[in-house]
């Protein structure tokens, strides 16, 4: 690989002609049969930085592989989806949980970066859009079916929405120590700060403060951490 130049890969637990036929490209069978530690070598020879103790399922990876950084202990579960758009680093002993999708939306030459703190557990089935950049503190703990948008939509009347383009936005970040139950959806640009709790199926429109408690459609103040 020369100076400079993107490593991309595909690691799936697919199978068909289009996997290991490329250079730079590993079978779905081969990635599906190795064990944990050999599927964290496999990505850390496709260019990622990868710490000690990572334990990687199986899943599929796309992208550049250089901008890609898991910290020590990370755990990847099965069916889990990462597209690497970005530089993207997930911080040490951090959890992402069954059939997770983090990706930006397509159709974008450029993507701001995006942090997973350390110590941060992302539950299953759970959507984490890094479109407009995005920041999850240390310690942070998300429920099941989770949202997180960091991009809208151009909605002019004058075409079909279809036909227009998406509108990242920045400024999306949870902070540290923040539960969010089951359910939830984080909008674009909301910040929730330190120690915040989301009740399960709220809908985040505005900044939560610190340790307050929210929840609700649009999610409201119902109390704060004692």
């Known amino acids: ?7 991309f890969i595909y690691l799936s637990v697919f199978e068909g002609p289009m996997f290991g036929q490329q250079k730079g490209k590993l079978s779905g069978r081969a990635f599906r049969r190795a064990s944990d530690a050999r599927r964290a070598k496999m990505v850390r020879d496709a260019g990622a930085k990868v710490g000690e103790g990572v334990k990687i399922d199986t899943f599929n990876v796309h992208g550049d592989m250089s901008l890609l950084t898991l910290g020590d202990n990370v755990v990847i579960h099965r069916g889990v989806t990462l597209h690497v758009a970005a530089p993207l680093e997930i911080g040490s002993d951090s959890t992402i949980r069954e059939n997770i999708t983090i990706a930006p939306a397509h159709g974008r030459k450029e993507y701001p ?49 279809q036909a227009q383009d998406i509108k990242p936005i920045t400024g999306t970040s949870i902070g540290r120590d923040v539960f969010a139950g089951a359910n939830c959806m984080v909008l674009p640009g909301v910040k929730v700060a330190e120690g915040a709790v989301i009740g399960g ?26």
Not at 1 to 7: L, V
């Open 113 to 161: 970066p995006s942090k997973i703190g350390s110590h941060v557990f992302l539950g299953p089935n759970s959507i984490i859009d890094l479109t407009g950049g995005l920041e999850i503190g240390d310690y942070t703990l998300m429920g099941d079916y989770l949202i997180i948008e960091t991009h809208d939509h151009q909605m002019a009347r004058s075409q079909l929405i």
């Open 1 to 7: 690989m020369r100076p400079g130049e993107a490593h």
């Open 201 to 226: 199926g709220a809908v985040v429109t505005k900044d939560v403060e610190p340790y307050t408690i929210v929840a609700g459609v649009p999610a409201k103040k119902i109390g704060e951490r004692k």
